[in-house]
């Protein structure tokens, strides 16, 4: 699979880059928990991260004008455990300089179609509004505690609506995780797009329709397999992310963050239109091997390791 | 008691939900990757018997049960309460159909059974998996029947019908599988 990656990306004059997977700073998303590690220099120490995934570093090469660029590596994710999750796993991510996410988005069928040669039905392409519908008869640009509490008592999914109250996105996560993920990609590659603003820290609004965002995920046999991006390259309205997740974390009593000042600065110099992705190489290959759980193609998970 | 966490929540683990006792049976971690984390959980509420599906937000935490089984004999029924006792201690617990439920139809005197305690209470009875009972009640035996085409109920000793093979007799025993309410065998006394 990496030789098959690795072939594919050479052709298209992509370059393989590798950054560090410790940094000074972390990821300020509060739904991603980060590893936090001692860098001891007597009499000093300082605290660094392990990454969650590659994007800041390889966002400061393309600013710095590498061009088109990828990466396999390691991430770290604190907490994550389960069927499909390990707290250390593969990315492969990467990002196209002047692609928008229409043309990304061929590319990532061309490298599925590489990978699985054949074996998955024709892909298909949605948008999340489309997709939420078609399985919830809810509009999910537009939150209705009324309309989505009655599905969730519909479905008998009581818990939803303590969970979720009033956070329009919560609920979109709620339900898209448990009434309509399931059903995608049925031994095919699925690609929803279009995802509600809510919903994305680090893409574009979409031009023609601000309610949603250029951001791009990627399923088969109803696994999630990885999140793109036609990517923000406003420095000033990426600190604002950045702080607003910061104080986000501040209220959930969540670890703080230390923000990147580097990819700001990267940023103000100035990033390349592109669009970028990340996929999960353990997933893929569980896809491949048809394994019913992430343990299964790792040499140790975590319990084990 | 100790408060348990989603990501401890192990099947077998007793829990406090609804202020019911529960245990639970699977639990399965959701998330998406730039999403809220849930957990998915089955679990059995050991009151009712009743199993649901529920979900939580992870890192939630819900508090453990005292709930324990033991091996406990069973003695007599008094009209109200059925009565047991813990072989060690000589300990005496009471439990009434309510709760025995089912149980009920399995119970010999002296027997040996597992009595749930949940805060020392009884919660639930589970007779042993292979009882021996003596049939009270059936049609005469068919010489001559070996083969299983048809049988006939049979009456027990402690109000349970099951179906038996034609040639077995009134007051023979016979082992039965508490499970599934299956005759197993004759027991030669």
Request: net charge negative.
């Amino acid at each position: 699979m990496l030789q098959r990656i690795r072939v594919f990306f050479a052709s298209r004059n992509v370059w393989e880059v590798e950054t560090p997977l410790l940094s000074h700073a972390s990821g300020t998303d509060s739904q991603l928990a980060f590893f936090t590690s001692t860098y001891e220099t007597p009499p000093n120490s300082q605290s660094l991260f392990l990454q969650t995934s590659p994007e800041f570093a390889m966002k400061r090469l393309l600013a710095a004008g590498s061009g088109s660029i990828y990466q396999i590596c390691k991430a770290f994710r604190n907490g994550e455990a389960g069927r499909f999750h390990n707290p250390e796993f593969t990315i492969l991510e990467w990002y196209r300089v002047d692609f928008d996410l229409a043309q990304l988005m061929n590319e990532v069928e061309a490298l599925f179609d590489d990978l699985f040669a054949g074996k998955l039905n024709a892909p298909q392409r949605v948008s999340y509004a489309e997709i939420f519908a078609q399985f919830t008869g809810l509009n999910a640009l537009i939150f209705s505690f009324e309309a989505y509490s009655a599905f969730a008592t519909q479905q008998n999914l009581p818990d939803a609506i303590t969970i979720c109250g009033e956070s329009h996105a919560l609920w979109l996560d709620f339900l898209f995780s448990f009434c309509v993920q399931p059903h995608l990609g049925e031994n095919s590659l699925c690609l929803v797009y279009g995802y509600p603003a809510c919903q994305s820290a680090l893409a574009r609004l979409n031009v023609e329709n601000p309610l949603v965002a250029d951001r791009v995920e990627v399923f088969i046999n109803g696994i999630e397999l990885g999140n793109g991006f036609y990517e923000l390259s406003d420095a000033a309205e990426q600190n604002r992310r950045f702080d607003s997740e910061i104080q986000l974390r501040q209220r959930e009593n969540l670890p703080v963050a230390i923000k990147d000042e580097r990819l700001l600065a990267a940023l103000e110099f100035g990033l390349p239109d592109c669009s970028g992705i990340a996929l999960g190489l353990d997933r893929i290959l569980m896809v491949l091997t048809e394994s019913p759980a992430i343990a299964n193609v790792l040499s140790f998970a975590i319990q084990r390791a | 008691m100790a408060v348990y966490s989603t990501s401890e929540f192990r099947a077998g683990l007793k829990l406090m939900l609804d202020n019911d006792p529960c245990s639970i049976i699977e639990n399965e971690f959701v998330k998406p990757g730039k999403g809220q984390a849930f957990n998915r959980v089955r679990i059995r509420n050991l009151k009712t018997g009743r199993v649901m599906e529920r979900t939580f937000k992870s890192g939630e935490t819900l508090e453990g049960a005292d709930v324990v089984d033991v091996e406990m004999q069973y003695l007599y029924n008094d009209g109200d309460y059925r009565h047991f006792m813990m072989q060690d201690t000589f300990e005496q617990y009471q439990a009434d159909a309510k709760i025995v439920g089912d149980a009920g139809l399995w119970l010999k005197d002296q027997d040996m059974c597992t009595v749930t305690l949940w805060n020392d209470l009884p919660l639930a009875i589970t007779p042993a998996n292979f009882v021996e009972l003596e049939i009270v009640e059936t049609d005469p035996g068919v010489r001559g029947d070996t083969s299983g085409g048809g049988g006939k109920p049979a009456k027990l000793s402690t109000g349970a019908v099951v179906r038996v093979p034609l040639f077995v007799a009134q007051n023979e025993f016979i082992k039965v599988d508490t499970r599934t309410g299956e005759y197993i065998s004759r027991v030669k006394e």
